[in-house]
């Protein structure tokens, strides 16, 4: 009896299988039901990050010293790829030459640090002596500015800009005939750009003690944040450009906080001593410029640590390679959105052996239907058996009703890795595409989530496993659910960025070629 029990093929074993998979939801089915949430979690998040109107606080908190500099002179700094300001120890106004501020070919160039009150200033705070302050008028010669003060100790000020990195050197000479001390300080000044948050992170920057530390803009409506670091950097970031300081000496204190309606980041090293008839350089870098990561390598040798500034996510590993890339692409066809869909079938290709295998595993679904209505005459009334039975189907065949997902579950980390390398890459912002100005905003006319939409449809339909007479079955549940999957992804990809609804959509359409000729093979 005992032996008969045990029988794999009893009716007793059959009976207790049927109870136990009544008793426990699918694998399947519990997975898709997380994915169905994720998505929606995700529609919502996208609206919650959509860009904002305002880009000013107004709470007022250590309100900034307003100081009359119209008797200091003002003089310009260039390069091939800035153009400054400098009014004694402040820089402000920086223009980005390769980068206009909108898609209009007439429109001024990006600018940084503008606006009344906004700049960077880089001084020293003297220890037994003077030293030049924001009122000083400095003698300007051969590009060099020069003061004495009332010791006879001599400061030459030399500010560069090359590429877009501003490089300022203090040359202290000690004539005092006595020991003095200096402590080097950077200060920036900013409005915030909350308008450009659409889902990437905004706000501080701050390498200290070799981490990347990151406070959003909100965060400083409430407290203060403080570091200290052997060295490092600190300044701000917005989606495309970075703005940041980095003094060439050690023991750096450094703080972020909030002034009026402005955000401050400052930065306080070591003082450096000075001896009689000895003279000093102090080194203050700044960059000012977009988040390209080869450009940030370059930077990183007069700045360590800023290569590291870009925020990928979790998929960074991804993300990067990625951008890498698009990238090239862009170079060699000289057009983004070109250059996104030439990524995307290379993308597919790589992927083909796991998608033919998907694609293989759901023809084989559609071929099992005759199959599984047979079992659904024969046990009309004891869902338990048909379940089971069903599942013995299942396992024969080496298939699932969920294999058609799995494209679709192997393309989430691949989509969050791509969405933040298009949110993050400069090079999309302002990237023209037939009647797309810019790939970095949503599709202004819905076209491509439409169409995305419409794709994805196309491709449900040629995995969708047929017609069931039980409504309760896996395949059927699953198709229940998958059907509202397009009009879900055309309303969520709405107000995403078209670079990215590019990107699904080609990947769509390449899906259906490839299971149009999986199934032409198959026949």
């Known amino acids: 009896m005992v032996q008969y029990l045990n029988n794999n093929n009893s009716g007793f074993a059959q009976w207790a299988a049927g109870r136990d998979a009544a008793k426990k ?5 519990g997975l898709f039901g997380w994915l169905v949430v994720f998505l929606l979690s995700w529609w919502l998040l996208s609206l919650w990050l959509s860009p904002k109107t305002d880009n000013v606080n107004t709470i007022s908190n250590d309100e900034p010293v307003v100081v009359d500099l119209s008797s200091v002179p003002t003089s310009d700094i260039s390069s ?9 120890l402040r820089v402000s106004n920086i223009k980005l030459s390769d980068f206009k501020a909108s898609v209009s070919d007439d429109s001024d160039s990006v600018t940084l640090v503008s606006g009344d009150g906004a700049f960077i200033e880089v001084g020293l705070t003297p220890s037994g002596t003077t030293a030049p302050d924001i009122k000083t008028v400095w003698k300007s010669t051969d590009g060099k500015m020069s003061w004495r003060n009332s010791d006879h100790i001599d400061f030459t000020r030399t500010v560069t800009a090359n590429n877009y990195l501003i490089t300022i050197t ?25 308008k450009s948050s659409s889902g990437v992170y905004n706000g501080s920057i701050v390498y200290a003690n070799s981490k990347i530390e990151h406070e959003d803009w909100a965060r400083f409506d409430k407290k203060s944040y403080a570091y200290s670091t052997v060295s490092g950097f600190a300044g701000f970031v917005d989606q495309y450009w970075e703005t940041v300081a980095s003094i060439d000496s050690n023991d750096q204190t450094i703080s972020i906080k909030k002034q009026g309606d402005l955000y401050s980041a400052n930065i306080k090293a070591e003082s450096v001593s000075v001896a009689p008839g000895e003279s ?27 290569a590291r500034s870009i925020d990928y996510g979790w998929f960074w590993f991804l993300s990067r ?3 890498w890339s698009l990238n090239l692409l862009d170079g060699l066809v000289s057009n983004y959105g070109i250059a996104i869909i030439i990524f995307t079938i290379l993308v597919r290709i790589l992927m083909w052996p796991l998608t033919r295998k998907s694609y293989v595993s759901t023809l084989a679904m559609q071929k099992m239907q005759p199959e599984l209505q047979k079992i659904q005459s024969l046990y009309p009334n004891d869902k338990q058996r048909q379940q089971m039975e069903m599942m013995r189907l299942y396992q024969k065949n080496k298939t699932s009703p969920m294999s058609g997902c799995l494209p679709m579950l192997i393309q989430i980390p691949i989509f969050f890795a791509l969405y933040k390398a298009l949110l993050l890459s400069v090079q999309m912002r302002s990237a023209h595409f037939l009647w797309i100005s810019d790939l970095s905003v949503m599709d202004p006319y819905f076209i491509l989530p439409i169409l995305m939409g419409a794709t994805m449809w196309v491709q449900q339909y040629l995995q969708s496993p047929g017609n069931t007479k039980n409504k309760n079955d896996m395949a059927a549940q699953t198709q229940k659910v998958m059907k509202w999957m397009p009009i879900m992804f055309t309303v969520m990809f ?15 359409i390449f899906g259906i070629v490839q299971m149009y000729i999986i199934k032409r093979g198959s026949k």
Do not use: C, E
């Open 170 to 194: 203090d040359t202290i000479k000690n004539n005092s005939g006595r020991n003095v001390s200096f402590a080097p300080y950077a200060h920036i000044l900013r409005y915030n750009n909350m």
């Open 321 to 323: 390679p990625m951008v």
């Open 25 to 29: 939801p699918s694998f399947f089915s």
């Open 280 to 306: 000093k350089d102090i080194t203050t870098n700044i960059y000012v410029g977009p988040r390209d990561s080869k450009i940030l390598n370059t930077a990183s040798a007069a700045i360590p640590g800023i």
């Open 494 to 508: 709405a107000w995403m960025p078209a670079g990215l609804v590019l990107y699904w959509t080609v990947s769509n």
């Open 80 to 88: 091939d790829k800035i153009f400054a300001t400098v009014q004694g």
